[in-house]
C-alpha cells in the first residue's frame, strides 16, 4: 500500500513540473479527463469548492474559472502548495483560491462546509480508501455535487498489452530522457502502483464505496480507451436530515 509519506517523497522535486507530467504520464489526455470532471461539478453552480489533493492548483484554478466559485485547495505537499500559489497570484485568483496544507483522511474542516468537492490521482495513495472518502464526504453540504479522476487500466486483447508496455518500458525511459531520476521514479512506480490498485479495488468497489460514503446517483465514466476514469455523484440530503434529527 502507498503511503501519503512515499507519496510526498515522489513528487516533492516536481512540483514546478507537475501540470507538465500530468499530460506525459496520461498521453496527453489529462486536461480532457480534468475537463470532464468539472462539467460535473460545473452543472451544480456550487458557491464553494474543495479540491483535494490539488497539487499546484491546476483542478483549482479551472473550477475557479469555470465555476465562478470559492475554491479551496488541500495539499500534503507544501513544495506543491508554493508552486500553486505562485501560479494563482499570477492569474489573479487570490481572492478567490486558498490554498492549504492539508491530509484527505483529516481534513481542516467542519462538516457540511462546502457545496462541492473534487479530488484527483488521490485513492491511490491513501491507506484506507473507504474512511478517506467518508471524510471527504463529511465536509460536503447535503445534496452537493462530488467528483473525481482517476487513472485506469484499459481492458481487452489490444489495449491493455499496449498499455502496460507503455508504462513498463516507454515511460520510465522517456521520463528519464525528459526529466532525469525523478521523473524514472515516477515513470517506474506509475504502472504498477495503477494496476495493484485496481487488483485489490477494482471500478464497481469504488462505486459502492462512494455509496457507502454516502453519495448518491454515482456514475462511472472510463475515458479515452479505459485510461481515466472521471466518477461524479452527490452527498445524500437524507444525511443532512438524519443529522439535523439525530
Known sequence: MDSPHFARELFDGLADRYDVLAEVLSLGQNRRWRRAMIDA???SSPGSVL??????AGVAIEL??????RVTGVDLTPEMLGA?????????YGRR?????????????????????????LLRYVADPQATLQEMARVVKPGGAVA???????AGPVWHPLWLLYTEVVLPAAGYLTGGREWFRVGRFLGPSISGHYRRYPVSWHADAWRRAGIEDVLTRRMSLGGGLVMSGRKSA???KAAAHG
Open 41 to 43: 461539478l460545473a452543472a
Open 51 to 56: 479540491d483535494v489533493a490539488t497539487g499546484p
Open 64 to 69: 475557479a474559472s469555470r465555476t465562478g466559485a
Open 84 to 92: 500553486g500559489k505562485q501560479k494563482v497570484a499570477r492569474l489573479g
Open 97 to 121: 483560491i486558498a490554498l492549504v496544507v492539508g491530509r484527505a483522511e483529516e481534513l481542516p474542516f467542519r462538516s457540511g462546509t462546502f457545496d462541492a468537492l473534487s479530488f484527483t490521482y
Open 148 to 154: 473525481s479522476l482517476e487513472f485506469l487500466v484499459p
Open 238 to 240: 437524507a444525511l443532512g
